[in-house]
Every structure is written in C-alpha cells, then in structure tokens.
C-alpha cells in the first residue's frame, strides 16, 4: 500500500487542521492505520491509530479530546481532525499502515505533511 498524506499548514494556537491519508490499493481495509509525528530536534511518536473496521481507536494522553482519527475504506482514507491546536503540536505528520494481524509493525509510511502552530 501507498500512502499519501496532506492538509498541513500554518495555524494559529486554538485552531484546528484536518490531515488526510490517501491509500493507494483494494487491499487497504485490511490495514490498522496510524498517525505519528516528528517535531524538530525530537524523536517521531505515536499520535492515533485506528483499526482496519474502526472499531479500535487509540490516542497519546496529550491529544485526547482535541484529536480524533477516522477513516472511510470506500475512499481508501484516513483522517485526523485537529482541534484546540497548540505550539507543541508542530511537528511533520506522518501516515502509516500495518497489517491487522498479531505481531505486525508499521511497515508503510507517507511523506509526511507540516503542520506549524503558532503561538
């Protein structure tokens, strides 16, 4: 599977971005997908995931209740809705996806999309 992220860009601190995850691929309802980021100077962590049906989601403690991860397998997409943004939410968002089986690591990644809260 190919991934394809977008929607970053300069926002101000309280204001919201959506990301999308375009996933190339008939295969792609099979796969968890997830959200990660990297801010400068920092090592990249994990930031949303959700399972291949949706019916598993999960967050970092910092973005719950600001961030919330969909997906649409009709469309091949994946969303993250970002609300209440702060400065220490600028980092480059990446997209990833893993096969739902026990075991499997995130093996497919995006490009990664900008996303700069300003303060």
């Known amino acids: 599977v190919q991934l394809q992220a977008s929607g970053g860009g300069l926002v101000q601190a309280g204001g919201s971005l959506r990301l999308s995850c375009a996933a190339s691929?008939?295969?792609?309802?099979?796969?968890?997908m997830g959200w990660f980021r990297q801010a400068p100077g920092k090592e990249r962590e994990f930031v949303a995931a959700i399972s291949w049906n949706g019916g598993s989601i999960d967050y970092i403690d910092s973005v719950k209740g600001r961030f919330t991860i969909s997906r649409d397998n009709a469309k091949n997409m994946v969303y993250l809705q970002m609300n209440s943004l702060k400065p220490e939410d600028t980092a480059v968002y990446y997209c990833?996806?893993?096969?739902?089986?026990?075991?499997?690591?995130?093996?497919?990644w995006g490009q990664g999309t900008l996303v700069t809260v300003s303060s």
């Open positions: 691929g008939r295969t792609f309802p099979i796969y968890d």
């Open positions: 990833a996806a893993k096969r739902s089986v026990v075991g499997a690591g995130y093996g497919y």
